[in-house]
């Protein structure tokens, strides 16, 4: 059983950067393609990015690609997503997911998740 738990969020303002840190235990990273989602309060889980098990490939929820970063470094079991110039509208729980078959961006898609880290922006 693969456990997921991210860390690095926090209360920043508008305008500043945080890097979100996912570590995985129980299994080996590299076994899976990995992503990130984020759910803000009243709406449905949203799509940021992913990557594959290689790290060679990387893919971005819309509007996501210009301020959101995700990497990820297997041999410390760790995935990453470097948000920059965050927005009250980044505000959200940010969850890392290990991903099995079908689409990157449906959450239907992954079968591990963490508990997710809470990030909050203000004006």
Do not use: H
Request: hydrophobic share 35%; proline share 2%; charged share 20%.
């Amino acid at each position: 059983q693969v456990q997921l738990v991210e860390s690095g969020g926090g209360l920043v303002q508008a305008g500043d950067s945080l890097r979100l840190s996912c570590i995985a235990s129980g299994g080996t990273m590299s076994s899976f393609a990995m992503g990130w989602f984020r759910q803000a309060p009243g709406k449905e889980r949203e799509f940021v990015a992913a990557i594959t098990s290689t790290g060679g490939y990387t893919s971005y929820g819309d509007s996501m690609k210009d301020r959101f970063s995700i990497s990820s470094d297997n041999a410390k079991n760790a995935l990453f997503l470097q948000i920059d110039s965050l927005k009250p509208e980044d505000t959200a729980v940010y969850y890392c997911a290990a991903k099995g078959s079908g689409s990157v961006a449906s959450p239907d898609s992954y079968f591990y998740w963490g508990r997710g880290t809470q990030v909050t922006v203000s004006k």
